[in-house]
């Protein structure tokens, strides 16, 4: 692999034998180079790689992707740019494993356009992405997919470019309007009551059994999302709250349009003035589904009920 350009490869492996002998082998290759190295991928398969490693994985940032990047719109910008971002001028090394056996199919949707943006975030820096999809736990769509997202693909038999890559096909195909809830809380808001939808939230969630901290953090998510439907969204919004597959969800609809597929992805330095509400939604969120068309944007905002986290 060469390591003056972005590279994106999706590794197809086949039980733990292959999974831990390609990952530990993309791991050393970077250590030999003298490239910092990270690996966010679920715990169970974090386990397997620090041990293949042995000593060498104290030279490796280790990062359990099932919590750091249980939401996918936070990987880019608190994972994989968290990392790269703190070694300017080096060629950087990263597992990144976003797809797993047991995400869900409201999850795989945001997985899916992540993998694809990837390649809009990191285009032109010196990074290298190797991204696991297990060959008997996944779907073949879910297969299909990371060939479109990935421009590389690696497997037992090695290397060779995607001839399905459209990452773009991806990120559209997945921007698709929601299903209706079955049953919500609902208010219309404006300038003059984005209060109430703030407090509506944190209704709902305190009678869903969150406490104090979340509590905070769904509010704020509502306040962000109600303020981005005041500046860009026409100046009004509508709030609607429910509960589904043990998840709080809160939705803020407007007539705007998110026109940049990265918002909300890209690392914002504090010190620096703008608009920041969709990453904040990302960062404090379990899940973050977003459907937009001009004239027309919802988002969905998704908080795993208590004691219920797998």
């Known amino acids: 692999m060469s390591a003056d350009l972005f590279v994106h490869p999706a590794l197809f492996y086949r039980g733990d034998p292959e999974y831990v002998a390609a990952t530990t082998d993309f791991v050393r290759e970077g250590l030999a180079a003298g490239e910092p190295v990270a690996v966010a991928v679920p715990a169970a398969n974090l386990a397997k790689i620090e041990a293949g490693l042995g000593a060498d994985a104290s030279r490796v940032t280790l990062i359990d992707m099932g919590v750091a990047g249980r939401n996918p719109g936070r990987i880019i910008p608190a994972v994989l740019r968290a990392v790269a971002d703190r070694h300017p001028g080096q060629h950087v090394r990263i597992i990144g494993e976003p797809v ?37 736990g996944l779907t073949p769509e879910v297969l299909r997919e990371a060939e479109r997202t990935h421009p590389v693909l690696r497997d037992a038999t090695g290397e060779r470019a995607s001839p399905r890559y459209a990452p773009d096909l991806v990120v559209a195909r997945h921007n698709r309007p929601f299903d209706e809830p079955a049953e919500c809380v609902s208010l219309r808001f404006d300038r003059t009551d984005l209060a109430a939808a703030r407090n509506l939230a944190g209704e709902q969630a305190s009678a869903a059994g969150f406490g104090d901290d979340r509590l905070d953090d769904i509010r704020l998510v509502v306040a962000e999302l109600g303020a981005n439907s005041l500046d860009h969204g026409g100046g009004s919004g509508l709030v609607r709250i429910w509960t589904e597959d043990a998840r709080l969800v809160c939705e803020v609809a407007d007539r705007g349009h998110i026109a940049d597929p990265l918002a909300g992805r890209v690392p914002v330095e504090a010190q620096r003035s703008g608009s920041r509400g969709l990453l904040i939604v990302n960062l404090l969120s379990d899940l973050v589904r977003v459907h937009t068309r001009p004239g027309a944007t919802a988002v969905r905002a998704y908080f795993d009920l208590p004691d219920v986290l797998v």
């Not at 285009?123 to 991204?131: E, F, K, N, P, S």
């Open 100 to 136: 797993w056996p047991g995400r869900s199919g409201t999850e795989y949707p945001a997985c899916a356009q992540h993998e694809a943006l990837i390649n809009l975030s990191f285009a032109g820096r010196h990074v290298t992405i190797l991204c696991p999809y297990d060959l008997e």
